[in-house]
């Protein structure tokens, strides 16, 4: 059977603030629910900004996001470290090969999960579905959380090549990514919290089909018996 439209709801800003659950922010004047296609572009409100999902152990379910800035805008969306749950932000249909994640030139969504367990951002479920970074657009994952609800994921339709899956891990302690049998745009690799580590390990290939950009003071330490492919630029700046 085919699957039932969801109400599509729009960033409208009109509550005055950055908090995903203002209800007079949106265009229904009601906070998304789980049956809700969300995008926040710039149909109403102008210019960059920044939408912040809440704190503590809450749990924001959606059935699509798309993040659609006008041209030369930013807009990003935050999962704070001070939202604990498991997940913090739930996203999808629980359909076979639909795009639950959906980030345009100029979006940015940050994993900034402070959670025990999980994944802090996540596509619903996890076995399905797609998260598509297109050219211009980044993810941020900045949480000791697992990768694993989006990573796996990650769409490689045409246009999504140089789409950004940074990791800006917290603290300086050495941080493996995900990368046997993974499959990126391009792969950015930051440390703001100072200089470390990240490491790479597994025997099947990793594919970056864009640009592969290491930040300063950021180490790469890949033990992998496996090949990497990449297709763009490597820019060592460690």
């Not at 969801?6 to 509550?15: E, I, R």
């Not at 997940?87 to 030139?105: E, H, K, Q, R, Y």
């Not at 579905?129 to 959380?145: D, E, K, L």
């Not at 099947?204 to 640009?211: F, H, K, M, Q």
């Amino acid at each position: 059977a085919p699957r039932a439209r969801a109400a599509s709801v729009t960033w409208d800003g009109g509550a005055g603030t950055s908090n995903w659950n203002d209800a007079n922010n949106w265009s229904s004047n009601v906070v998304p629910s789980g049956s809700d296609d969300v995008t926040l572009d710039n149909s109403v409100v102008s210019g960059d900004y920044t939408v912040n999902l809440p704190p503590a152990a809450v749990t924001v379910a959606i059935t699509r996001l798309t993040i659609s800035p006008g041209a030369g805008n930013t807009i990003s969306l935050v999962l704070p470290s001070t939202n604990t749950a498991n997940p913090g932000f739930n996203v999808g249909d629980n359909t076979a090969s639909t795009d639950d994640i959906i980030l345009d030139n100029g979006a940015v969504l940050v994993n900034s999960s402070g959670g025990s367990t999980g994944n802090g951002i996540q596509a619903n479920s996890t076995s399905n579905g797609t998260v598509r970074i297109n050219n211009g657009a980044r993810y941020v994952h900045s949480t000791g959380r697992s990768t694993a609800g989006v990573v796996p994921l990650l769409s490689t339709t045409a246009g999504t090549e140089t789409g950004i899956f940074e990791y800006d891990s917290p603290g300086t302690g050495s941080v493996a990514i995900s990368a046997s049998g993974r499959n990126y745009g391009s792969l950015t690799l930051t440390r703001s919290a100072g200089a470390a580590t990240y490491t790479a390990s597994g025997s099947n290939v990793l594919t970056v089909r864009g640009n592969f950009l290491i930040n300063t003071g950021v180490t790469f330490n890949s033990t992998m018996t496996a090949a990497m492919n990449l297709a763009g630029n490597l820019t060592n700046n460690g």
